[in-house]
């Protein structure tokens, strides 16, 4: 099953899921994040904006290729991908 | 006269307290997360912060033990289909001519909770929300839910009725540039301010529209401008396009209502029917961003006078607070324990507040003043905070 990692910021938000392994079923980005919503409730509030859409300033990819479909999260993630969910950098 | 103030700043919300006759700062609170509005229900003590979250999308947290424990609320979204008319900052490379003429729209989402307001007495559970890009969002249940306010959304000002298709009227609305930071440029609700006497009776506040007042509850809206100056514009008495940085009233006198305006200190004493600009351009009263105003006095409020837009800063390097007890015929300056030399900071529009004779304000630049002779005299409450976004007595 694919695996997801993230940044440890959401860690803060969702304490649930720090030192756990994360797998997901394969299939979408969307079916994907669904799935760590229920493990942690109200994570895609986090994650996704008001229209389901990621939020600007975070990043998503499968294995090293950031995602292209960041409005409907159709991307597929294959059996033995690891998902990558982090921040833009920004700030100081 | 209250103990407590609420700050919300740039790295978390601080609470400072005043024991045994010393005002004392507890940890922070959202420690590292942007704090735009943080607030106290007076209704039932409940604490509020808007977290302004980078990364992550903004967010409400709630504090029901007097700050012991926050929890983040995510249920404040626009609905499916509420959509809005683009602006675009005119900045000198823009060409108006470029775009085809015709409406472009977006899909609203929250870009931040700039607001937060508390129903009447006899409304509990009922709470208000003003965002960035315009939405009025009402609660009815403490704030665990949330509705978008579609009448004000679905108004003629802003092309009608978008849910159901394109626009019908000229949009009204424009940018404000306090959200260029989060790389956009859209309107943004606030000041909500809700009638004590009349919980039926509602003012918005919009950057850059101006004044709405609803007399039903929210069912319906209209312009109160009338007396609102642009200097910018062709007429200056436009109905729309006015730039009010803050709006607020007397609660024990609601119908006296004051504004920090762009172009100016505004007063009503009808209920926002007819504004006159009483500021004092000469003694350096004039632009600014916050207003506070006397719980039982109507003709008594207080600004922190800053440079015109140019610099948006401290007058020559001074600060100084302002108050009228006449309705603005006449300001006093306030300058005893305020920095005279070498001070550079300016007071956003939620960073100033009174309760009774005690008055407070934090700056930008991480400077919080209070004051508890009504103004006269100030004593500094620390330096080294965050930039202060808001100030509020809780």
């Not at chain 2, 995510?74 to 001519?97: C, E, M, N, Q």
Request: hydrophobic share 35%.
């Amino acid at each position: 099953m694919p695996k997801v990692e993230m940044t440890q910021h959401l860690y803060r938000f969702f304490p649930q899921l720090k030192n756990q392994t994360i797998n997901v079923p394969a299939g979408s980005v969307a079916e994907a994040l669904s799935a760590i919503n229920l493990l942690a409730p109200g994570f895609t509030d986090y994650v996704l904006d008001d229209h389901g859409a990621l939020r600007r300033h975070v990043n998503l990819s499968i294995n090293s290729n950031i995602i292209m479909d960041k409005k409907n999260l159709s991307d597929r993630i294959p059996e033995d991908a690891t998902v990558y969910i982090f921040q833009s950098l920004s700030g100081g | 006269m209250s103990d407590k103030i609420l700050l919300g700043s740039r790295k978390g919300t601080i609470m400072i307290e005043r024991i045994h006759g010393q005002w004392r700062p507890r940890p922070i609170a959202h420690a590292g997360i942007p704090v735009c509005y943080a607030a106290c229900d007076p209704r039932d003590g409940t604490l509020w912060a808007s977290l302004d979250h980078g990364h992550w999308g903004p967010k409400l947290s709630r504090s029901r033990d007097d700050g012991a424990t926050w929890e983040d609320i995510t249920s404040l979204k626009y609905p499916k289909g509420a959509r809005y008319i683009v602006k675009y900052l005119p900045t000198p490379d823009f060409d108006p001519s470029a775009p085809s003429g015709e409406p472009e729209y977006a899909d609203a989402a929250v870009f931040k909770i700039w607001n937060i307001a508390f129903g009447n007495a006899n409304q509990p559970g009922r709470l208000y929300a003003g965002t960035i890009p315009g939405g009025l969002f009402v609660s009815d249940d403490g704030g665990d839910s949330w509705e978008l306010n579609r009448p004000l959304w679905n108004h003629p000002s802003r092309g009608g009725d978008l849910f159901a298709g394109d626009a019908k009227t000229t949009n009204q609305w424009h940018g404000t540039p306090a959200s260029i930071d989060y790389g956009v440029f859209e309107p943004g609700i606030h000041s909500i301010v809700v009638d004590p006497n009349n919980q039926h009776h509602l003012y918005v506040a919009v950057s850059t529209a101006g004044v709405i007042e609803s007399q039903d509850g929210g069912l319906t809206w209209a312009p109160r401008n009338q007396g609102m100056l642009n200097d910018y514009m062709p007429n200056p008495e436009t109905e729309w396009s006015h730039d009010p940085h803050f709006v607020t009233h007397c609660a024990g006198q609601p119908e006296h209502m004051w504004q920090q305006n762009h172009f100016g200190i505004f007063y009503s004493d009808n209920a926002a029917k007819h504004w006159k600009r009483v500021s004092a351009p000469d003694q350096g009263v004039h632009f600014g961003f916050p207003i506070a105003v006397d719980k039982s006095d109507g003709r008594t409020a207080w600004v922190v006078p800053a440079h015109s837009d140019a610099e948006r800063m401290s007058i020559d390097g001074g600060l100084f607070v302002a108050r009228t007890s006449d309705g603005g015929q006449s300001w006093q300056r306030f300058r005893t324990g305020l920095p005279q030399a070498h001070a550079y900071d300016i007071v956003l529009r939620h960073a100033l507040d009174a309760s009774g004779d005690v008055v407070c304000f934090g700056s930008t630049s991480g400077n919080a003043y209070i004051s508890e002779d009504r103004g006269e005299t100030w004593q500094c409450l620390g330096n080294n905070f965050p930039p202060i976004y808001s100030v509020r007595f809780g």
